[in-house]
């Protein structure tokens, strides 16, 4: 089976053609135009911005992927439908729509969130064997832990209340004045700080559920800092290794305390901040105490891509969880930005 997807619920421009045999999947092709050097003088993804080059991007982008052979050997095609920003996501729908249109393949829209659930898939030889998994999503927009009893099959145990990890991490280097996107910047100064320098809390560590709130936590960062005068190297790296440690203590109580009241059989984490090195670390080495395998995407497919959609559409056509569209019924998709992998039932 091989299947052309497509990305476009951010800043990056994303196109994959994968095929897939069993349980095994070969990335033919997997092309990223990143817009992060637009968006980093902002401050921020600006979605006007965005929505404008994803336009100028994807009909070149496509033409040189695809190449003579257009969608000759193509048998699905796959588009993020959400969630995301609604003026991105439209770019990728539309598109998908068209080809969808031209050359009669069937379409399946795919959740970008389960997107990022199956980047693991893309990595690691993971099979039946490993379900239920305990899965901790922690992207720019989401913060959840999804119990994932089988492909396609999910339930959502908590999730933030307030922000995201990733909004987290970038709302703290925006007060350290570190820069867009603040994830990566964060870590690698976090690395060179003293994790002990400052006290900050540990919010709803304690609470007698998976839900997580960051939003505190960012605001503890700046009242340490207001009550500082003047504010060294030293003391910006010892604040990102307090709070990268201050989260990581967070996720990591209640994903191994999720892992055991429903016995999973595996770990897995998922999303941009799955690049986060001292995360996976700390993971890793709380999965091998409670004897888990514990899985997490290449550093290739921790951000944006669509490779992950590819994967995430093969699975569920393969194992018959998701009927793609056809005819008619590919005219009714729309994105969708707030669309919940997963009905908030906690
Ligand atoms: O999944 P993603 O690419 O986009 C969304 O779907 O939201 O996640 C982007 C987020 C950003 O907030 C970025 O700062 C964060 O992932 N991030 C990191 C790291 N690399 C990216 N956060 C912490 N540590 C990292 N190494
Ligand atoms: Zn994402």
Request: hydrophobic content about 40%.
């Amino acid at each position: 089976m091989k299947i052309l997807a497509i990305e476009t619920s951010c800043d990056e421009t994303a196109i994959s053609v994968l095929s897939g045999q069993g349980d095994s999947l070969v990335l033919e092709k997997n092309v990223i135009y990143s817009q992060i050097d637009i968006h980093k003088k902002f401050g921020g993804v600006v979605p006007e911005v965005a929505a404008r080059k994803h336009l100028e991007t994807i009909a070149p982008l496509l033409e040189n992927t695809l190449g003579k052979n257009r969608l000759k050997d193509i048998d699905y095609l796959a588009v993020t439908a959400g969630p995301g920003l609604v003026t991105s996501l439209i770019l990728g729908v539309v598109s998908s729509k068209t080809l969808a249109y031209v050359s009669e393949l069937p379409l399946l829209p795919i959740n970008h969130i389960e997107g990022h659930i199956y980047s693991n898939l893309l990595s690691n030889k993971i099979s039946k064997k490993h379900f239920p998994a305990l899965v901790l999503v922690v992207s720019g927009g989401h913060t959840e832990i999804i119990l994932m009893k089988d492909h396609g099959d999910y339930q959502l145990l908590g999730q933030t209340l307030d922000d995201a990890v990733g909004e987290a991490y970038d709302k703290v280097a925006k007060l350290l004045d570190l820069g867009y996107p603040g994830g990566p910047i964060v870590s690698r100064l976090a690395a060179k700080g003293d994790d002990q320098a400052y006290h900050l809390p540990r919010p709803m560590l304690d609470s007698q559920d998976y839900n997580f709130s960051l939003s505190g936590l960012k605001t503890a960062v700046l009242y340490a800092l207001e009550k500082q005068k003047n504010i060294s190297q030293k003391d910006v790296a010892n604040m990102c290794a307090c709070f990268q440690k201050a989260v990581i203590d967070v996720l990591l109580a209640k994903t191994i305390k999720a892992a055991q009241e429903y016995q999973v059989k595996s770990i897995m984490i998922a999303g941009g901040v799955s690049a986060n090195a001292e995360l996976k670390k700390s993971l890793a080495a709380a999965a091998e105490k409670i004897n888990l395998p514990f899985f997490y995407p290449e550093l290739q497919f921790t951000g944006d891509n669509a490779a992950m959609i590819a994967a995430a559409a093969y699975y569920k056509i393969k194992s018959k969880k998701a009927k793609p569209l056809t005819g008619k019924n590919i005219f009714s998709l729309e994105p969708e930005a707030n669309w919940q992998l997963v009905k908030n039932n906690v």
